[in-house]
């Protein structure tokens, strides 16, 4: 089984923008979490992250039979980008969605994602922990369709 992670816009500040809310881990060591726990679980895992939503973009149709699902934190763009969400349906591939914050108690524009309506799942409010949620999830989603 093949996973990509893709992060969006400022998660490559992680650590240290707002750490009263995303905490003060960084997104290096996240990437490191999910890499033992697929080893654990026994699946291939690959990491993006970028600033730019076309680069975001080219990262999701690039997984067209090369990824079995997706862990995507779009960050900001979860909240604007149906061209995301396009992609994402394009490619047709699994995927959970995951914000470090509780997004539905933030500011009124970060209360709504256009990416959940075509999610497997989405996790929000865990901090770092989501990923490791949403893998697990997604793995264990993935192996009962066979």
Same mark, same amino acid.
């Given at each position: 089984?093949?996973?990509?992670v893709?992060n969006?816009?400022?998660?490559?500040?992680l650590?240290?923008r707002e750490?009263?809310i995303?905490?003060?881990?960084?997104?290096?060591?996240?990437?490191?979490?999910?890499?033992s726990?697929?080893?654990?679980?026994?699946?291939?895992?690959?990491f993006?992250?970028?600033?730019?939503?076309?680069?975001?973009?080219? !990262?999701?149709q690039g997984?067209?039979?090369?990824?079995?699902g997706?862990?995507?934190?779009?960050g900001a763009?979860?909240h604007?980008?149906?061209?995301?969400?396009?992609?994402?349906?394009?490619?047709?591939?699994p995927?959970?969605?995951?914000?470090?914050?509780?997004?539905?108690?933030?500011?009124?524009?970060?209360?709504?994602?256009?990416?959940?309506?075509?999610?497997t799942?989405?996790?929000?409010?865990?901090?770092?922990?989501?990923? !490791?949620?949403?893998?697990?999830?997604?793995?264990?989603?993935?192996?009962?369709?066979?």
């Amino acid at each position: 089984m093949k996973l990509a992670v893709l992060n969006g816009p400022n998660l490559n500040l992680l650590g240290s923008r707002e750490p009263e809310i995303y905490g003060t881990t960084t997104l290096a060591d996240i990437e490191s979490r999910l890499r033992s726990v697929a080893r654990e679980l026994g699946v291939e895992i690959s990491f993006a992250q970028t600033n730019h939503e076309g680069a975001l973009i080219d !990262e999701i149709q690039g997984l067209r039979g090369n990824a079995d699902g997706v862990i995507i934190n779009a960050g900001a763009y979860s909240h604007t980008s149906l061209a995301i969400r396009d992609a994402l349906s394009a490619v047709a591939i699994p995927y959970v969605e995951v914000h470090l914050s509780n997004i539905f108690a933030r500011e009124p524009e970060r209360r709504h994602s256009t990416l959940a309506a075509g999610a497997t799942a989405v996790l929000c409010g865990f901090g770092a922990y989501g990923y !490791e949620l949403a893998l697990r999830g997604l793995v264990a989603r993935l192996a009962s369709r066979g």
